[in-house]
């Protein structure tokens, strides 16, 4: 094959899949904002200014990928502490993501109440999580079935490492969503650890899409360095629920390219060869290769997204780090119930000009 002839197939690939130049362009952007930020957040960690990060580095593409189809305004999206890129590619901006690495009083996640990692969005509908994981997958689940019952439309995606697939939650979430055919899109981001532990002592079997069978569901293998094939196999799952066909479990088979979080040291229990290897897997530089070679990133318009990028992570630092600490006695809300005579906590009923839930999240105030 000649290099033109090896052009023109590669170039088909993303045109042939329906996407413009522009929309490529567009994800190669969040997938570089995604690594800025995440880098920037371990900068501001070792300084002293977080007490804790945990991100996303490689994990960037399949997280766009998987993004991409979704209807953002409509559909609903379960994180986990990786998800960085996916939340960005929802609605969540460059600064909401620091205010929570920094633990201020406008984070939209918490108020600065939940540790680092833990997204949420009201106004996106970015479900908050808790901190064991796997428990997101019945919170998904719960949604979707409501979607279903309700028959709003909404799909819910939601994601996890392929550690959280060990835990109970995790296999119960498959079966009822199985059962109930529900609208929902079960994402597992394999990088082949959790913290320190490999996946072979985790997922017996080798695969854990081959477990989507025993839920009647398909189950489907991605590569996660594969920017384009994540997209088309997120794709077909979004196509699928949206005709009534139930759920997809997806695995995304990633390299995370840094330790687990702050806390840890990868080189202890990695080979050094196999980190090494790990780099060349990363989607940054395989999606950057790809649009150069199709021609659509060229120098002029890959060092505007690199601008645009590291003017954005700046602004976003700035911002953070101005906006005021939470108030320390405001610590324990929402840990306990507020008085008996609170209406809009116990009835859910909001007094018309009153603000719905908290003075934190204005946007939830309901025009009345
Ligand atoms: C139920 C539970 N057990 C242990 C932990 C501690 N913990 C936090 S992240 C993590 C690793 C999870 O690995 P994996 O699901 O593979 O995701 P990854 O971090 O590799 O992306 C563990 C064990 C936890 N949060 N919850």
Not at 345 to 362: C, E, I, K, L, M
Request: charged share 25%.
């Amino acid at each position: 094959m000649s290099v033109r002839d090896t052009r023109a197939a590669v170039d088909a690939r993303h045109r042939t899949l329906g996407l413009s130049d522009q929309d490529v362009l567009d994800m190669y952007y969040y997938i570089a904002l995604a690594r800025a930020l995440d880098e920037r957040m371990w900068v501001l960690q070792r300084a002293g200014k977080a007490m804790f990060v945990i991100s996303g580095p490689g994990h960037e593409g399949c997280q766009v990928g998987a993004m991409w189809p979704m209807d953002k305004q409509r559909d609903w999206f379960v994180p986990f502490y990786r998800s960085i890129a996916a939340c960005l590619v929802k609605g969540m901006s460059p600064t909401e993501i620091l205010l929570g690495l920094l633990a201020r009083a406008p984070d939209p996640s918490s108020g600065g109440r939940q540790m680092p990692g833990h997204y949420g969005h009201p106004r996106y509908k970015i479900l908050s999580t808790s901190s064991p994981v796997g428990t997101q997958y019945p919170h998904a689940v719960g949604i979707a079935y409501a979607a279903k019952l309700r028959r709003t439309g909404e799909i819910t995606m939601v994601a996890v490492g392929d550690g959280g697939t060990s835990e109970g939650d995790w296999h119960e979430a498959l079966n009822w969503a199985g059962v109930h055919r529900l609208p929902v899109i079960f994402v597992v981001e394999n990088n082949f650890y959790a913290i320190s532990v490999p996946f072979h002592k985790q997922v017996a079997g080798g695969s854990v899409a081959a477990r989507a069978a025993g839920y009647g569901m398909p189950g489907v293998v991605a590569d996660g360095s594969d920017v384009l094939e994540c997209y088309r196999v997120a794709r077909e799952a979004y196509e699928r629920a949206r005709r009534g066909e139930g759920p997809t479990l997806i695995e995304y088979r990633v390299q995370r390219l840094g330790s687990h979080s702050s806390d840890d040291q990868q080189e202890r229990y990695r080979p050094k060869d196999e980190i090494e290897a790990a780099r060349r897997q990363d989607p940054l530089v395989t999606f950057r290769e790809y649009l150069e070679q199709v021609g659509v990133l060229t120098d002029e318009r890959l060092r505007a997204i690199q601008e645009r990028v590291r003017r954005e992570v700046d602004e976003a630092t700035d911002a953070a780090e101005r906006a005021p600490l939470p108030e320390p006695e405001s610590a324990a809300r929402y840990v306990y119930a507020p008085p008996q005579d609170d209406p809009v906590f116990w009835t859910g009923v909001t007094p018309p000009g009153a603000w719905r839930g908290s003075p934190d999240f204005p946007w939830l105030r309901r025009e009345e």
